[in-house]
């Protein structure tokens, strides 16, 4: 027996129990600290408020009834300011739908969507027409409270009929014993609305030796906790799971690379080899070419020689012999890090666990985070950030802005798969830079924008400047 959550027939059963509950309640606060979490606050007198919590975090709706009722915390942020302060007229649900409905004094609605990962609370007027969306994940109408979703019975197998009819959960598994006929799941399908609340799953954590309350809501609130916690544990085990994995490449790189560069020492003075073959070749060699191959004139052969050319090439061979003296110095370095990195990699987990709190203990990033069309764009927040943020968090197909002609953020597109940049998205990441810049006065501000690898900077640079190559420009009003 699988779960009915999420179902149609769970949100008949919540509808049911809200109705009963909250009719005749004030909607007296809606508002959220997150992203994920919208709070319903109830009244009726003042000895009466209740809390409804709307969370995401397990990647679809969850419907939560605390029983102790928290203040409103300083950093919440109102939502749907149309709908505070209405009573509760009606609650409902549309048949076989997954959709829940306050109706409300003023003629407005809150819908509910019990959508799995499409799943959002959303406001609509007196109308019909669409006020607001809390996940701003699903912009098309849904079905009104008067419309009834019907059962498509032609079908040739289970499989088909489950496929026709998604809102029903296929959580009895003695169907596939089962001959499949219209009759068949007809009654079948009749039958469901006869059983009992039946969301008990051990695998969440509810088990015979734990109560559970007969109340619908409650037994619903304390199974959206239990699955809350699954899927808390679930997010970092995963987490922990891709942290040993890059922890682990990063330090197998490292060893590969310390034991080619040991390789390389000790198979015999390389240093020494080359500053010798440099003194043989003074007067043969180019001065000015970094990689040039020589002759070798004890071994007959001939080897790649790299230069430093800002300096002589006698100074190149004096610092070669100055390495070849202080060869066996690094040899001990390489092999004490050699047996460090190998020691890593065996309690790689402990590593990576260390190294993923070192991150987040570590400064803040150097940059502000907007998006836009599901593109995520960067402000700069200072000249010295702005260096950091083109030097260390930038690709080479992202699009760079910048005000142009005057001091303000360096701003990045971030479009590591190369996509094409919408005009709309250009225009507002435009707006952005315009607006931190010396620009953000003006009624019309010129942005300069350009792929990311046509900046360039160097060492000679101060903080903020850079050197751009084949860039564009583009009108735009700064952002408010």
Known sequence: MKSLHQSAFLVKKIAEALKEKFIGYWLEEIYSHSKTELCLKLTKAKEDSQLIVINFNAHQLLFLTPSQMSNTPKSAMEQFKQAAGTLIKQIENIENERVLIFKLSNEYSLHFLFFGRRADVVLYGAKGNLLGSFRNKLLTLVPTASQKVAVNWDANNWVDFFKQNPFIPLFDDSLETKEFSSENAQNWYNSLSEKHLEIIDDKLGLTDNQTVESNTLSTVHHFNVQLLKRTQQQEKEQAKKKAVEQTGKILTERLAKA?????????????????????????????????????????????????????????????????????????????????????????????????????????????????KDDFEIRVGKSAEKNDEMIMRFSHKNDTWLHAKDVAGSHVLICNSNGKLVPIAVLEYAAALAAKYSKQKSQNLAAVAYTLRKYVFKNKRMTAGKVRVEKEKTLMVKPAE
């Open 259 to 371: 034991q080619n560069k040991l390789l390389n020492l000790e198979s015999g003075g390389k240093y020494q080899l080359m500053a010798d073959t440099i003194m043989a070749n003074l007067t043969v060699l180019n001065p000015q070419l970094k990689r040039q191959k020589l002759m070798d004139w004890v071994s007959q052969n001939e080897m790649e020689v790299l230069l430093n050319t800002e300096i002589s090439p006698a100074e190149n061979a004096n610092k070669y012999y100055k390495k070849a003296k202080n060869a066996h110095k690094e040899v001990e370095f390489l092999k004490q890090k050699i047996a460090q990195l190998k020691h890593q990699l065996e309690n790689i987990e402990t590593v990576a666990v260390k190294e993923n709190i070192v991150q987040k203990k570590g400064v803040s990033l150097p940059y502000h985070q907007f998006t």
